[in-house]
């Protein structure tokens, strides 16, 4: 996430509020669920066949040619979510109120084959790559089936020596956070996910500058939109001209940004990561901004009962973002990971006072009709999609030992006592893969974390490479 616009929560907190009118069913026992092994097995099909036509096809094309070379792989994961709803917050109060209004959390299944591909070729004299990743997946939610498949990458680069130019769609993260990075901004990628797979890359152009000590990158993120107003392209979404330009200083990785967006303006940060030894590592990172999009309620009264949601997208002041952490691992393979950061892009305090006077204010109104008052506080649940809460804490325990992964996290908001603990346990095999994860959201009842609508979430997975 970005420090100039509000994206999903650093931490990967907030869960998709769904607010449509009808129910969705639980996995549990669903007939449906072959319905889910006949979508996936096509899936794989699709994949494997796509897969061995490029490992078939490429290395025949570098044995004609050996300025030729290619490197073809896929993955295939079966993976289920099992999410409880929370019995607090604006969006259980809503359900309580007029049962039907909002729909609670489901579980899900979901089977996807990731295809990767990178042709180089110096046939034409300078190096020319072109790199894909391709996601086919299926996913069932509740009762409905819906397609998840999109192009994660798909450029074409070229090798000039110390320069390098690239254009297409690409992954491109920046920063040295772990739980937060205010200067990621062209992916503005969500933070802590409980299942690690290649994000979404971003429409740009890039051209870099390469040699042993410093490094210089500049971008143009989101061409398409740059005539787009500011409700078209808010967040990662908006157009956007990016710099970053990395030193290396002894022990210490110094990196220096500058962004300036169609209409969040301009932006400048600096990051930097030290290793002192061999066992521990320093890092932090700021970013000063003109603008931020941020969610917004355009004054609703606390006690105005509205006819639609008073939330949207608005462009907010400026601030400064931070982040300061650091690791240590020991020889026993234990690792230790604390993070503190401030994220000026979230609410105020005062912000989230307002909100909370209008979600007691809506449920105290007790002759006004169920239907309108429980649309009301559905609607309140919106901004806990966004980041929550300025001022944060992170902890994180990990050991390793091949095959094994095992990793404990705890994030705390001091501003309301909120908590979010994680657990992650990976095996990781030649080419089979098991990832299990939990992830519990809680603190005391009027903290935002206690009021997300999920209460928590376990993950299971499996994934081959092929």
Known sequence: MSAHAPSRSPAGLAPEVALPADRRSRIRGNPGLSGFLRRGTKVITVGVV??????????ALADEAPAHSADARAEVTLRGDARSANASGPLAAAERLQPGTA??????????????????????????????????????????????????????????????????????????????????????????????????????????????????????V???????????????????????????????????????????????????????????ELHASARAFERHDRWNDGGAAAGALLHASPWAMATGGGGVSWLAGGQWTGESRIGVLAEAWHDATAPSDRDWSRWRDRN?????????????????????????????????????????????????DALWQPADRGRVVT??????????????AWRHFGGPAGSLLAQLPVRGTVLLAASLAL
Do not use: C
Not at 225 to 238: H, L, P, S
Not at 243 to 248: D, F, I, K, P
Not at 251 to 275: C, L
């Open 222 to 280: 989101n061409p398409e939109r740059w005539r787009d107003d500011a409700d078209q392209a808010r967040g990662a979404r908006e157009s956007a001209f990016a710099a970053r330009a990395y030193r290396r200083a002894g022990a210490a990785d110094w990196h220096f940004f500058a962004r300036h967006g169609r209409h969040t303006g301009a932006s400048t940060g600096a990051a930097v990561s030290w290793v002192a030894d061999d066992a521990t």
């Open 50 to 59: 796509a897969i061995a036509a490029l490992s078939e096809a490429m290395p």
């Open 360 to 408: 007691r204010a809506l449920v105290a109104m007790q002759s006004a009709p169920a239907a309108a008052v429980a649309g009301n506080l559905a609607w309140q649940a919106t901004p806990l999609a966004g980041s929550l809460r300025r001022d944060n804490l992170f902890l994180r325990l990990s050991w390793s030992e091949s095959p094994w992964q095992l990793s404990l």
């Open 423 to 436: 657990a992650a346990l990976q095996w990781q095999g030649d080419r089979l893969r098991i990832d299990a």
């Open 103 to 220: 729909a609670p959390p489901s579980d899900g299944l979901i089977v996807q084959a990731e295809l990767r591909n990178t042709w180089r070729t110096k046939a034409f004299g300078p190096g020319v790559a072109l790199g894909a990743n391709v996601l086919l997946a299926s996913e069932r939610t509740g009762a409905r089936w819906r397609g998840a498949s999109r192009v994660n990458e798909l450029q074409a680069s070229l090798d000039l020596g110390a320069w390098q130019a690239s254009a297409g769609k690409k992954v491109l993260g920046w920063d040295v956070g772990y739980g937060f990075r205010p200067n990621d901004v062209v992916q503005q990628q969500e933070r802590r996910t409980l299942f690690g797979q290649t994000p979404e890359g971003r429409p740009l152009v890039q051209l870099e500058h390469f040699d042993a000590e410093s490094a210089l990158s500049l971008v143009w």
